[in-house]
């Protein structure tokens, strides 16, 4: 299957990995990496530099900026709101603070990210979340400002901890370990 780019977008770059899709009304600049089978919905900007991973949905009404990562397949509600500086001045330009998302995040819709942060591998926020923090892996997280409230496995499912132990288990029996860096599957 070919690319998709709807005659309603503008597309400045000319790195797109096989069956991208990208709908009307988005403005994509030069020098932005797209992975392969991503699909990009209406009214959605994406500022040079900014690296999108493969089978990533980005939902409507996005605006990425310079120095964003997105690993592959992570999924950003309708809204999301990314930031790359921390003290914004009109006219007065400084080096970006990059956002992660790491592989397999999902990102609520409405979501606001503060410039510089990570967030984990297969974390997900709550929609409306507003996340000034780090996020760990398999975290899930919500509120204002969003907190750890539960740990997830890789298809969103809550883990549930065994006794008081630091191993947690999934619906399929997967077995994780609480670390300092957010669950790791055993």
Request: hydrophobic share 40%.
């Amino acid at each position: 299957m070919a690319n998709f780019i709807h005659s309603h977008a503008l597309v400045e770059t000319d790195t797109i990995g096989e069956d991208t899709r990208i709908w009307a009304f988005v403005h994509i600049l030069k020098n932005v990496s797209i992975g392969s089978n991503c699909n990009i919905c209406d009214h959605c900007f994406i500022e040079s530099g900014v690296s999108i991973g493969n089978n990533v949905t980005i939902k409507s009404g996005i605006y990425i900026w310079e120095g964003a990562t997105i690993e592959n397949d992570v999924f950003l509600g309708p809204n999301v709101v990314f930031t790359n500086d921390n003290r914004p001045r009109s006219k007065q330009y400084v080096e970006a603070n990059p956002i992660l998302v790491k592989e397999g995040a999902s990102i609520g819709a409405n979501s606001t990210i503060l410039a510089g942060v990570t967030v984990g591998k297969y974390a997900m926020s709550g929609i409306g979340s507003v996340i000034t923090r780090n996020v760990p892996d398999h975290a899930l997280v919500y509120g204002n400002p969003a907190i750890v409230r539960a740990w997830v496995d890789k298809k969103g499912r809550k883990l549930i901890q065994q006794s008081e132990s630091d191993h947690w288990i999934s619906e399929d029996q997967e077995i994780f370990k609480l670390t300092e860096n957010g669950m790791i599957q055993l």
